[in-house]
């Protein structure tokens, strides 16, 4: 069975970091490319960052170009997101996935809370 499990989530202040890993079981996880996703309480789920199967290329929302960085490591089969500067309205639950294209995922892990206080 596929996994897919984030970790690093937390309380932070405005302006802080974080880093959140996503520890995959896919095989070979040098196949997929790499999500990051949001939804924030009464909103819908939207797309963060990608990153392609061989680390090439990466894509970011404008709303986090310059403060994230999508990165993978795929001796260790993880997939990781920094995140800097944040601003309160990056709250959310944080969620990796896995598939062949961007926005097209078809493994999702459990999410992880990150929540950013002004």
């Known amino acids: 069975q596929v996994q897919l499990v984030e970790s690093g989530g937390g309380l932070v202040q405005a302006g802080g970091s974080l880093r959140l890993s996503c520890a995959a079981s896919l095989r070979p996880f040098r196949d997929y490319g790499m999500g990051w996703l949001r939804q924030a309480p009464g909103k819908e789920r939207e797309f963060v960052a990608h990153i392609t199967s061989n680390g090439g290329t990466t894509y970011y929302a404008d709303s986090v170009k310059g403060r994230f960085t999508i990165s993978r490591d795929n001796a260790k089969n993880t997939a990781y997101l920094q995140m800097n500067s944040l601003k309160p309205e990056d709250t959310a639950v944080y969620y990796c996935?896995?598939?062949?294209?961007?926005?097209?995922?078809?493994?999702w892990g459990q999410g992880t809370q990150v929540t950013v206080s002004s």
């Open positions: 996935a896995a598939g062949y294209s961007r926005g097209s995922y078809h493994h």
